[in-house]
Nanobody
Framework: QVQLVESGGGLVQPGGSLRLSCAASGSIFSINSMGWYRQAPGKGREFVARIIGDGSSNYADSVKGRFTISRDNAKNTVTVYLQMNSLKPEDTAVYYC???????????WGQGTQVTVSS
């Protein structure tokens, strides 16, 4: 099992920045990749960004050039960050951290953190 705890959401004005954090604990050895998804009101959950074991990453077209995903490995935890710059009102959503385990064929999700971009 993998536990994910997110933090860092909040209210920001258009053009502002926020950094989300997701701390993973438990069976972190089983994690192949970690990423972020978001769900806006009345819409389905959509992919935002992902980082895999070798450190490579990919992004949704809507956030390329504005968001950066990074990872910090510690002895018993892995923390993934999502630096969000030049935020737009359409970035408003609940952001969810995801961890994928290949050996367990499982996806784990955080509880979600609200990001609101509004003046």
């Amino acid at each position: 099992q993998v536990q994910l705890v997110e933090s860092g959401g909040g209210l920001v004005q258009p053009g502002g920045s926020l950094r989300l954090s997701c701390a993973a604990s438990g069976s972190i050895f089983s994690i192949n990749s970690m990423g972020w998804y978001r769900q806006a009101p009345g819409k389905g959950r959509e992919f935002v960004a992902r980082i895999i074991g070798d450190g490579s990453s990919n992004y949704a077209d809507s956030v390329k050039g504005r968001f950066t995903i990074s990872r910090d490995n510690a002895k018993n935890t892995v923390t993934v960050y999502l630096q969000m710059n030049s935020l737009k009102p359409e970035d408003t959503a609940v952001y969810y951290c995801n961890a994928h385990s290949g050996i367990y064929a499982a996806d784990y999700w955080g509880q979600g953190t609200q990001v609101t971009v509004s003046s």
